[in-house]
């Protein structure tokens, strides 16, 4: 590890739980974030920040003035441009010691294949279940960490799916195809601090996944009520009859 990269992960070094060999994980590593909206956004920086050495960033979508109140890795001056070239330009200005990939492109069943099978972990801050699901399914295939996120209103969940492992859920444990309606804050609005309060915790979620440090999640949803302050963790047992990872 160069003088540099001791100086500005010297914090995160400092940690007895991290120290330079975790570091050097973190700086190995490669994730994949799928979305660059209201998640994604404060996902990506956090990572980037924290020193993930490849970050491959996936959306097909395009700066809007309604994206700006919470998608914060974007400014004023990128509307009109597609996110992952303005999202791209943020990380690299952040840390330039990092590798940014993009895939601008919509997402399904072959090319999320292409992206996931050389990455450690998937953060999906996508806000439909279409999406999810099939993220979800190419991961269990893959067999790789999936760590969702949804946010609306005042509200957010996380929770982390290692649906390749024995004993542990997947997303379609938790919801079924038939019979989810999709709550997205295009719809029904959402508070900006709250995506940057649900996004920063995937960002810590991936890194302890990564570092394979405390409670990681897996099998338990966290719910997070901001109006409240309130945060609860309910268990997720794995579904002997889910289609994906049974």
């Not at 999709?182 to 719809?187: F, K």
């Amino acid at each position: 590890m160069e003088d540099q990269e001791l100086l500005r992960y010297s914090k995160q070094i400092m940690l007895p739980q991290v120290d330079i060999e975790g570091q050097q994980k973190i700086m190995d590593s490669t994730v994949l974030i799928i979305g660059m909206g209201g998640l994604g956004s404060p996902t990506a920086l956090y990572l980037a920040a924290a020193g993930v050495g490849h970050i491959v960033i996936a959306d097909f979508d395009q700066v809007e003035l309604s994206n700006l109140q919470r998608q914060i890795i974007h400014q004023t001056k990128d509307i009109g441009e597609d996110k992952v070239n303005s999202a791209k330009n943020k990380l690299i200005e952040l840390n330039p010691e990092i590798k940014v990939t993009i895939a601008n492109e919509l997402i399904h069943t072959d090319n999320l294949s292409e992206l996931i099978k050389d990455v450690d972990i998937v953060l999906d801050g996508t806000d439909n279940f279409e999406s999810r699901f099939e993220i979800n399914k190419v991961c269990v295939e893959n067999k790789k960490p999936l760590i969702s996120a949804a946010v609306v209103r005042f509200e957010g969940q996380v929770s982390v799916f290692k649906g390749h492992e024995k004993d542990k859920p997947c997303y379609q444990c938790l919801y079924s195809v038939e019979g989810e309606e999709n709550e997205s804050c295009i719809d029904n609005g959402v508070l900006a601090p709250v995506a940057g309060l649900i996004g920063t915790i995937q960002a810590l979620q991936a890194i302890k996944v990564l570092l394979n440090l405390g409670d990681q999640l897996s099998g338990s949803l966290l719910l997070v009520d901001a109006l409240d302050l309130s945060f609860r963790k309910v268990k997720i047992g794995k579904d002997l009859k889910c289609p994906v990872c049974n």
